[in-house]
């Protein structure tokens, strides 16, 4: 697009932050380099550092968006009462990625205080597009991210459920129905636009997430009726957890366009070209 600029390099290198935020007035921070120890801190740790030092320093400067996660709060690694808001403290998932993005928090909130520059938070869970929740619930080597149910089932197992067209119903540490947040990507984006240039949005950190966390059980049941999948229970040492997304639609006045049932028509109506799989390009 006749519109954008690009530039290559690693923010870790403050010339390269010096350069990519000349004349910039917002900031919509994505950079992340999940769990590798040997980047991460320099990735998100002194890469967020030269853009904040940057961007303060900068006429031009407006606003700082940060997109963080909810590894910062334990994704699904540890067990909660009641739904997650914004209000509780760290937990940062087993790793360095879950520390690196409470790391950014801290670092944009203490920013806003130290120097008043307008920043904030949109915390999300894990994020899909395209057929991404389908490979998400295949048994077949083409599965999205983790639990890798091949993996949980064994080789020759999940060989034979993938030909049948069966799908996971992972459950929680407590032998239920596992509960998951999770977030389709125009969602995120829908959210980052309700936060820009709004007041409203200053100095807040949001969850941005489905109103409901996806449902396992409840997945297998719709796809059961769409495309006649065979649940087939599959036991994980996880819990279950509600990311409350209440914040944003009081305060950005942003609403999630995907349910669970739209997340599986958008997954299962995709088509991509044959062969054509995305490369994983990060560990974990």
């Known amino acids: ?17 010096q350069a990519a935020m000349q004349d910039v007035t917002h900031v919509i921070h994505l950079a992340t380099s999940k769990e590798s120890p040997d980047t991460i801190m320099d990735v998100a740790v002194k890469g967020l550092f030269w853009l904040l030092e940057e961007f303060r320093a900068t006429s031009t400067a407006k606003q700082f968006v940060l997109v963080g996660g909810d ?11 009641e739904p997650i808001t914004e209000k509780h403290a760290f937990k ?3 790793g360095c990625y879950g520390l690196s993005k409470v790391l950014e928090e801290v670092m944009v909130e203490q920013y806003g205080i130290q120097y008043g520059i307008d920043a904030c938070c ?12 389908r490979r998400a619930l295949s048994f077949g080597p083409d599965v999205f991210g983790v639990p890798r149910w091949r993996d949980e089932v064994g ?6 459920l993938s030909e049948s067209g069966a799908v996971p119903v992972a459950l929680d540490a407590e032998g239920l129905p596992l509960r998951r947040n999770v977030l389709h990507v125009e969602d995120l984006a829908g959210a980052i636009l309700s936060a820009l240039d709004n007041p409203a949005a200053r100095g807040q950190t949001f969850n941005i997430a489905m109103d409901e966390p996806v449902d396992y059980a409840a997945a297998a049941r719709l796809l059961a009726d769409r495309a006649g999948a065979v649940p087939v229970e599959v036991a994980t040492p996880f819990f279950s957890t509600w990311l409350d997304n209440s914040k944003a639609k009081q305060l950005l006045g942003w609403r999630p366009a995907y ?26």
Do not use: K, N, Q
């Open 71 to 81: 590894a910062a709060l334990g994704h699904f690694f540890y067990p909660y009462a």
């Open 259 to 284: 349910s669970l049932a739209g997340l599986i028509d958008a997954a299962w109506t995709f088509e991509r070209a044959r062969g054509d799989i995305p490369e994983i390009r990060y560990p974990g």
């Open 122 to 133: 949109l915390r999300a869970p894990w994020l899909m597009a395209d057929d991404d929740f």
């Open 1 to 17: 697009d006749a519109r954008v600029e690009s530039l290559r390099g690693s923010i870790a290198e403050r010339s390269v932050a």
């Open 92 to 94: 940062a998932t087993p």
């Open 155 to 160: 080789e020759s197992c999940a060989d034979a």
